[in-house]
């Protein structure tokens, strides 16, 4: 199957900071990309759906200037979590789509710990 | 009423057991189904993907899609302990649009 990579694999940093997690397909061009959380124990949750070259999608309830998504190329997704508090603390799993296919891979996950 | 329907677990089967997972849903629309596993702290791993009713296979895979009854499931034949895992179903109404998941099916198979 298709490869996603995601950068960092884990995270921690302080309250009030920001952090950039990054999304990349590695063997094909993805022209739509998913980020999604997941709290332990429960399943995902789509925050928001991306297009190369467009303005991300986001879900209801997403703060879309705390969670700002860029989808530069057909390759790069990130998303970034602007002043990061405690409650953002969650695991970040970005998939990627092909035109092709409707197949969603999806990357091995971020995890992030605001302290 | 959630638009997919998944029993959350846990299952717990001896190794070589034949398991069977289900999920059912309520939106028409869905014309794409899928099949994820997922490990601890891992992202989800597509497993099956199906488009028509009926039977797909792929090694000791088989996923089924009843979309009359709305209704898909996932065997496992021969289970094994790496199988253990959480098994995630979920589906589209279009190609490469959003997923709806269920809950997620929590599996150990035990040696």
């Known amino acids: 199957g298709a490869v996603v990579s995601q950068h960092p694999s884990w995270v921690i940093c302080k309250s009030g900071t920001s952090v950039k997690i990054e999304c990349r397909s590695l063997?094909?061009?993805?022209?739509?990309m998913f980020w999604y959380r997941q709290f332990p124990k429960q399943s995902l949750m789509l925050m928001a759906t991306s297009n190369e070259g467009s303005k991300a999608t986001y879900e209801q309830g997403v703060e879309k200037d705390k969670f700002l998504i860029n989808h530069a190329s057909l390759t790069l997704s990130t998303l970034t979590v602007t002043s990061a508090h405690p409650e953002d603390s969650s695991f970040y799993i970005c998939?990627?789509?092909?035109?092709?296919?409707?197949?969603?891979?999806f990357g091995p996950g971020t995890r992030l710990t605001v302290t | 009423q959630k638009e997919v329907e998944q029993d959350p677990g846990p299952l717990s089967v001896p190794e070589g057991a034949i398991v069977s997972l289900n999920c059912t849903y309520s939106n028409s629309a869905f014309q794409y189904f899928m099949w994820y596993r997922q490990y601890s702290r891992k992202g989800p791993e597509l497993l099956m993907y199906?488009?028509?009713?009926g039977n797909k296979e792929d090694g000791r895979f088989t996923a089924q899609v009843d979309k009359s009854s709305k209704y898909i499931s996932l065997f496992i034949r021969d289970s094994q302990p790496s199988d253990s895992a959480t098994y995630l179903c979920a589906m589209s109404g279009t190609s490469g649009s959003r997923l709806t998941f269920g809950e997620g099916t929590q599996l150990t198979v035990n040696p």
């Open positions: 199906t488009y028509s009713s």
């Open positions: 998939s990627a789509s092909a035109a092709t296919g409707y197949e969603q891979y």
């Open positions: 063997d094909f061009q993805a022209t739509t």
